[in-house]
């Protein structure tokens, strides 16, 4: 997997973004005269995206196919018809993007560096996870009595009763590892809390306890649990990914420690169902 440089003007993202938010895959598009380069891109690799006058990178594209021309590829006023398609892998409005962490930004559909690319990549989830949280939480103080609050946002944050609960069915440590270290284990919800009922965002039947790695792919849509209760590997994840996750003993021949009960099942079905390999931001 390789990380390529897109450039855009707030005049052409102005108007690439109402394409952007329809459903379906979408033509990333470059200048006349890049093509060498837009050639060389291939199925899996980025497009870290950087807006100049804001001088911020605010989202990374994962290419799903290859090199096509199309002179119709237009946005204000501009031809970009040297093009790859691509789906998003996160996405942020240009003025929530980070800046320019001393990357040359000359010109579009070069190379960057991995680490480059991971470092503005991680940067900008991490801006998607605070901002989601942000929200999140704004919702539980406007619609929430005062009593109900301090319960939610505990649950919301993996702390408070729910994660007391959840931790005693697992017997206070790490649902695969077994793992003792509290503070390194996160309470997890396999059904996603945006997408739960006020019941089920309390439920300690809908999650797991997890070190806090598992933690995160699970939540990622990149591991999950089959019916045979081990660990599922998401296939999005690239070779290099792979490699450093089984440096960390993360990997298929892991499973859950005990049976989860028959409730605890639907929600890891519907997890692998509707999260795995699917939400990868």
């Not at 929200?135 to 009763?161: C, F, M, P």
């Amino acid at each position: 997997m390789t990380y390529w440089l897109g450039i855009d003007t707030p005049e052409v993202w102005e108007k690439a973004e109402q394409k952007y938010n329809r459903n379906g895959p979408h033509l990333f598009g470059f200048p006349e005269g890049r093509r060498k380069y837009v050639q060389q891109m291939q199925i899996d690799d980025r497009i870290v995206n950087y807006i100049t006058k804001r001088q911020r990178f605010f989202a990374v594209w994962e290419i799903t196919k290859g090199y096509t021309y199309n002179p119709t590829h237009t946005f204000a006023n501009r031809v970009f018809p040297e093009c790859v398609e691509v789906r998003p892998v996160v996405r942020l409005a240009p003025e929530e993007g980070v800046e320019n962490p001393g990357v040359g930004v000359r010109q579009s559909a070069v190379r960057l560096r991995d680490e480059v690319g991971e470092r503005i990549l991680s940067a900008l989830k991490d801006r998607v996870s605070a901002s989601e949280l942000e929200v999140d939480l704004q919702a539980i103080n406007q619609q929430k009595t005062a009593t109900e609050r301090k319960q939610y946002i505990d649950a919301r944050l993996g702390q408070g009763q729910f994660r007391t609960m959840l931790l005693e069915r697992w017997g206070n440590r790490c649902a695969v590892t077994g793992n003792a270290v509290r503070d390194a284990i996160r309470a997890s919800h396999a059904k996603p809390w945006k997408i739960s009922s006020d019941r089920e965002r309390l439920d300690p039947e809908n999650g797991l306890p997890l070190l806090a790695t598992l933690d995160a792919l699970l939540d990622a849509g990149l591991i999950t649990f089959d019916e045979t209760d081990r660990m599922t590997l998401s296939q999005k994840l690239t070779v290099r990914e792979q490699a450093e996750l089984d440096q960390l003993g993360v990997g298929n021949s892991l499973r859950l420690r005990r049976e989860p009960t028959e409730k605890e099942r639907s929600f890891l079905a519907y997890h692998r169902d509707n999260v795995f390999e699917k939400w990868r931001r």
